[in-house]
């Protein structure tokens, strides 16, 4: 999937200007796929939308993150200031992200993972415990960060949750034609997670 789209068609009658997401965790927690998915679900509605992704310096055990932007106009440059809607898989990923939070920013949290919300109690942030709602509930735990992308959904402008289940799809293809089930364990995990908040 390529890091950049350009839709030929754009409605602006749903969002105007751009939305700017940061989702951040530990290796190995699909930070670069939760914000691919946000950006290609976008870019399939006719939106203009980049993903970037940064990882931390230190050789082994760094902090990824990854910058997703949409909008109805063209993106000159993929990388921002400050996030409209910021989502943290760790504690790590809370400890460093602070720079980027603004007044009004959205912040959703994995409390499995984070225990630590007194850095950003101001913003509100929206605790979930996608870990143990993916072990319990679905019997997998590694679907966590579908449920994180399913409680995003509520608040990115101009996607809708078909939108998402059509990235997914694209996406996870190679997956779901070795494993048909996992498919549908994906949309539930997506549907599970947008239940959890309201926007």
């Known amino acids: 999937m390529p890091s950049c789209f350009r839709p030929a068609v754009t409605n602006r009658t749903?969002?105007?200007g751009t939305y700017n997401i940061i989702v951040s965790g530990e290796g190995g927690q699909g930070v670069l796929s939760i914000a691919e998915i946000i950006a290609y679900a976008a870019w399939l509605q006719?939106?203009?939308?980049?993903?970037v992704p940064y990882f931390s310096t230190e050789?082994?055990?760094g902090v990824s993150t990854a910058f997703a932007q949409i909008g109805d106009r063209p993106i000159?440059?993929?990388k921002f200031r400050r996030a409209d809607l910021w989502v943290a898989?760790?504690?790590?990923?809370?400890d460093r992200?602070?720079?980027y939070l603004r007044e009004g920013t959205t912040v959703i949290v994995n409390s499995h993972l984070v225990g630590d919300l007194s850095s950003i109690e101001s913003y509100g942030p929206h605790a979930i415990d996608a870990t143990a709602l993916a072990t319990e509930r679905l019997k997998k735990p590694r679907t966590f960060n579908m449920i994180i992308l399913g409680a995003?959904?509520?608040?990115?402008?101009g996607?809708?949750?078909?939108?998402?289940?059509?990235?997914?799809?694209?996406?996870f293809a190679a997956q779901y034609g070795r494993d048909p089930e996992l498919r549908d364990l994906n949309r539930q995990a997506l549907d599970l997670g947008y239940g959890l908040l309201s926007s």
């Open 14 to 16: 749903v969002m105007l």
């Open 46 to 51: 006719g939106r203009q939308a980049v993903c």
């Open 59 to 61: 050789k082994r055990g």
């Open 76 to 78: 000159s440059f993929p």
């Open 89 to 94: 898989l760790s504690q790590r990923a809370v």
């Open 97 to 99: 992200i602070g720079p």
């Open 152 to 157: 995003m959904l509520r608040f990115v402008p």
């Open 159 to 171: 996607i809708t949750e078909e939108g998402f289940a059509a990235a997914l799809d694209k996406q």
